[in-house]
């Protein structure tokens, strides 16, 4: 079992590069381009690393131990997400509220990067992560909290192992509400259209591009590294609470086997829908960001109270 | 142990004693001031040790001091008031250390010798409150820290605006008194003694509307004190113009003697206050943290933004007692005792890192002569030291796990996770909502601490004055320094608090299961493993790679080279915030363009902004002008003629024997 809890967690953290690769090649299908391998993101990597790190005069040490932390607490924070079995390498009492925490660390840390760097562009793009975080923060722990109330646990593990013992026809409204909330949370928290677009350069537009524009070489490697493990995250996060159905409650071969065969499709079926979703939308205005997150905490609102209503 | 009490006192008294002698006569004033610090250090350190004693291991002391005083003077101490004496001794040592160089760096001769006279009756001040046994001797505390933090706040100045600033503290101390005598007084009819075992006894027999009134006059008297909003006017203007160390107590120390006074009265006395009790503290602790946290955001004088971030906590600290009330209402224990966890340990917490902040600036200050974060910047390469010292400071108060802010934060939040298991639906959607509360205070205070730290530490010096700077002194840094490895230490492993916590929350809210929070301490230590080892990892890729550092200046989009002042400052970091929150502000923005007819071609710009959220003028001026108003009208009876007076005389005479007649 031990081995098998290892496994989904580096599988998480080596097929995330991936599922940013099979998002980009979608998004290109649906262009009518051809795209680029979905191995691309991995030859990124590799490139990035072995070119040399280029450091602003005014930076401080701090400025070249940011990506390494970072990189550090998403890589803590994966480790409690169940993938393939109701199972995580790190599981306790209260464990998704600190899975929030170690990514808002991880945020933390590189929002002071983009201040080490001394440019106006760090201190631009900060200032809008900060708004958007400060804003995905509410709604993200309001539905993961609904959800725990309504599967009366408090660790994610459990949480998903009842949801899959669960009746998919009889699910409750509050899934449905926390749902769409912890969605717009996730491409808001994973910088995805509409709320910011991961491939753009234009300094109106920048939300975490401007923040990292200072870095190059290994440390944008792993800045790059952690993005796309906070997507994987997400999207498994998702997964597992709202779909678990397949998934492997005891360590039996087949049932493994099983679990992952549906585990890629639910992956590619959500990663044609952040493909179509980019493909089909705009970015928003940067101040119709907060109603767009304003949504979300609607919801989760909603899902608190929902919680009362159909426990009665 | 009575001995090392007794201690206490004396050498508390003995110090001013030494410095006002000190002062008159010839000897060396650093000795006389290392003299009087160390005595006052070594009170400390025996009222510590009593502490310990009384909050760990249960055992009870008491002093009865009422042969030198004309009422029933009686100091006790259980576990609740070791805790807090343990936090008003412990967490104070480092300010006291830290106020020898402070002082002999800031003071002439007198001030020094009034400052040394007046710090150690502050705190033995603070040590009355929090051992008291009377409401006398709890009284006569209440008022001598107003009296003596006022005094070591005139020690910094008197000018006009001071003078006002610090009426407003007085003004608001005396009213709060005056609801703390009320809620005292209420018991007198029941206990003539008013002392805390009859107080007890006596609230057991008291009726539903009578503890009410008890339990709102406590709430808004200890409110006062503790800064709630809208009781916090106060606070912003008070804690920051006091010297460096005297804000670090006022705001880690001081506003905790009110949590203890309502943890004393709530839980103590009236054993969980009225049903709808809970939902109010709730209330108040939701509004005081996200609105102190939205107003600290907006200040750029770093010790007016570390005031209203005490004010957060506080909230916070109210969040977490508001959730174990109402579950206490709802027959939790199980719950209410965690929720109880994390309001003492966050206040234990706070204690640490405001202390550790607000001295922290001290020593900004000392070097640069500023407090404004928009002058500041690239302090990290100057003042390496502090600058590791003030960012374990930052990530705790921004309740970031592996610190000691995290550690309380979560056990509040695992307690609101009871809501579900609730019988009442009102409680099911108020715990949960309070967690989001606590969400979104912890999101902003991250936004506010990255800005405060990256603007004042980060980047290049915005002022080239700052640029050569003297070198850190380490009288200053080394009790700082004994604060960050606290928040670490608490923060890794938590439970070397958490247990001894636990033993004072089972003695006033039986019930609780240790179980449920016993795992947390080895996991937050298996999580900092993991963060290490993956740390170590991604270090450890750059160097397999071989990757090369190269330091290069930023390209400054086709300019020559990018200045200081492009830099982002801390008004325009929180720009967007303060516009998505400006219901909060509503704030006024003044753009000055010259010469004004040619705006196109400035040649200087001028921005100001502020805001015109005020307390003072939609709530209080309202309440004033009807009290002036009211005192107009009574002009007319008081006029000033003799004759009319004594005619009042002789009517109240008659009106006396009439009653007396016919009673």
Redesign the interface.
């Known amino acids: 079992m031990m081995a098998l809890k290892a496994a989904q967690f580096v599988l998480l953290v080596l097929s995330a590069p991936l599922v940013r690769g099979i998002v980009a090649r979608l998004k290109a299908a649906l262009q009518r381009r051809r795209g680029a391998s979905i191995w691309r993101p991995y030859a990124d990597l590799g490139k990035l690393?072995?070119?040399?790190?280029?450091?602003?005069?005014?930076a401080?040490w701090?400025f070249?131990a940011v990506?390494?932390?970072a990189?550090?607490?998403t890589?803590?924070a994966a480790?409690f997400v169940p993938l393939l079995i109701s199972g995580a390498l790190?599981s306790?009492?209260?464990?998704f509220?600190?899975l929030?925490?170690?990514l808002?660390?991880a945020?933390?840390l590189l929002?002071?990067g983009?201040?080490?760097?001394?440019?106006?562009f760090?201190?631009?793009g900060?200032?809008?992560e900060?708004?958007v975080?400060?804003?995905?923060?509410?709604p993200?722990?309001?539905s993961l909290?609904?959800i725990?109330?309504?599967s009366?646990s408090?660790s994610l593990v459990p949480i998903v192992a009842w949801t899959a013992t669960q009746n998919f026809f009889d699910i409750s409204a509050v899934h449905v509400l926390a749902f769409a909330a912890l969605i717009i949370v996730a491409i808001a928290e994973t910088g995805r259209i509409p709320v910011d677009n991961p491939s753009t350069h234009l300094e109106l537009t920048m939300l975490h591009e401007a923040m990292v524009l200072?870095y190059s070489?290994?440390s944008l490697a792993?800045i790059e590294w952690t993005q796309a493990i906070k997507l994987n995250l997400m999207i498994a996060l998702l997964i597992g609470l709202f779909l678990p159905w397949g998934i492997a409650l005891g360590a039996g071969a087949l049932a493994v086997a099983i679990s992952m065969a549906l585990y890629l499709l639910k992956l590619l079926l959500a990663a044609g829908a952040l493909a179509l979703l980019e493909s089909s939308s705009a970015k928003l205005r940067?101040?119709a960001v907060?109603e767009f997150l304003g949504i979300a905490s609607g919801l989760?609102?909603l899902a608190?109270?929902f919680?009362?209503i159909s426990k009665r | 142990m009575l001995v090392a009490f007794d201690a206490l006192f004396c050498l508390l008294v003995i110090g001013p004693l030494i410095s006002c002698l000190g002062g008159i006569g010839r000897a060396r004033v650093s000795w006389v001031h290392f003299g009087v610090a160390m005595v006052t250090a070594g009170a400390l350190v025996c009222g510590a040790g009593v502490a310990l004693a009384a909050w760990c291991r249960g055992l009870p002391f008491t002093l009865d001091l009422s042969h030198f005083s004309p009422f029933t003077f009686l100091l006790s101490i259980d576990r609740l008031s070791g805790f807090f004496l343990f936090l008003v001794c412990a967490v104070s040592l480092p300010a006291v250390a830290y106020s020898l160089p402070y002082i002999g760096r800031h003071y002439g001769k007198t001030r020094a010798a009034w400052y040394w006279a007046l710090l150690p009756l502050f705190l033995l001040s603070m040590i009355i409150v929090v051992t008291s046994a009377t409401a006398f001797a709890f009284f006569a505390g209440w008022e001598l820290m107003t009296v003596f933090s006022t005094a070591l706040i005139f020690l910094e100045g008197d000018s006009e605006e001071r003078r006002r600033d610090i009426f407003l503290y007085l003004l608001t101390m005396q009213g709060g008194a005056a609801l703390v005598i009320s809620a005292f007084m209420l018991f007198a009819p029941l206990a003539p003694s008013l002392d805390f075992a009859s107080i007890r006894s006596a609230a057991g027999v008291m009726g539903g509307p009578l503890k009410a009134a008890v339990f709102l006059l406590a709430f808004c008297g200890f409110g006062a004190k503790a800064g709630l909003i809208p009781l916090h006017v106060w606070l912003p203007r008070a804690h920051p113009i006091a010297p460096t160390p005297v804000s670090a107590l006022m705001s880690g120390i001081m506003l905790k003697t009110a949590v203890y006074a309502f943890l004393r009265f709530v839980f103590d006395f009236l054993s969980g206050g009225p049903a709808w009790g809970g939902y109010v503290v709730l209330a108040a602790g939701a509004i005081s943290a996200v609105l102190g946290i939205l107003y600290a955001l907006f200040e750029t004088d770093l010790k007016r933004l570390l005031a209203y971030s005490s004010i957060e906590n506080v909230g916070i600290i109210y969040l977490a007692m508001g959730a174990a009330m109402v579950c206490l209402q709802n027959r939790l224990p199980a719950f209410a005792a965690l929720a109880l966890l994390a309001a003492l340990m966050h206040t234990l917490n706070h204690a640490i890192f405001k202390n550790l902040l607000f001295l922290g600036a001290g020593v900004i200050h000392s070097a640069t002569k500023t407090l404004q974060l928009n002058d500041l910047g690239g302090l990290l390469k100057l003042m390496p030291s502090t600058g590791i010292v003030f960012l374990v400071g930052c990530v705790s108060i921004a309740g970031l796990p592996l610190l000691n802010g995290f550690a309380g934060e979560w056990i509040a939040f695992q307690s609101f996770l009871a809501g579900g298991l609730l019988p009442s639906p009102v409680a099911q959607v108020a715990l949960p909502l309070a967690a989001g509360a606590l969400a979104l205070t912890g999101a902003l205070a991250a936004a506010c601490f990255v800005n405060l730290y990256g603007v004042v530490f980060l980047g290049r010096p915005r002022n080239p004055e700052i640029a050569a700077l003297p070198k850190e002194s380490a009288a200053m840094l080394l009790p700082v320094a004994a604060l960050a490895i606290a928040c670490v230490l608490i923060g890794i492993v938590p439970m070397m608090v958490i247990r001894p916590l636990w033993s004072l929350v089972e003695t006033l809210i039986p019930g609780g299961n240790f179980a449920s929070i016993s795992g947390i301490g080895s996991s937050l230590q298996t999580v900092a493993l993991v963060v290490l080892v993956a740390a170590a990892g991604a270090a450890a890729i750059g160097l397999v790679t071989r990757a090369a550092v190269r330091r290069s200046p930023t390209w400054g989009c086709g300019l020559p080279h990018l200045t200081a002042r492009m830099q982002y400052t801390a008004t325009s970091f929180s720009k967007p915030l303060r516009m998505v929150f400006a219901w909060a502000y509503r704030s006024e923005r003044k753009l000055e363009v010259s010469p004004a007819e040619r705006p196109y071609f400035p040649t200087a710009v001028s921005y100001h902004s502020r805001r015109t959220t005020s307390y003072e003028k939609t709530l209080y001026r309202p309440i004033i002008n009807s009290i002036l108003a009211a005192a107009q009208q009574l002009r007319r009876v008081q006029t000033g003629n003799i004759q009319l007076y004594l005619l009042y005389i002789f009517l109240a005479l008659v009106f006396m024997l009439l009653f007396m007649r016919f009673r």
């Not at chain 1, 690393?49 to 005014?58: C, G, H, L, T």
């Not at chain 1, 983009?114 to 106006?120: E, L, P």
């Open positions: 690393f072995r070119k040399e790190d280029i450091v602003p005069p005014s401080s701090l070249r990506p390494r932390l990189f550090a607490f890589l803590a480790a790190l306790f009492t209260g464990d509220i600190l929030v925490y170690l808002a660390f945020r933390f929002l002071l983009a201040f080490a760097g001394g440019s106006s760090g201190g631009m900060a200032s809008r900060a708004m975080s400060v804003l995905g923060e509410f993200l722990l309001m909290i609904a725990a109330v309504i009366k408090t200072e070489g290994p792993l940067m101040y907060p989760s609102v608190i109270v919680t009362v």
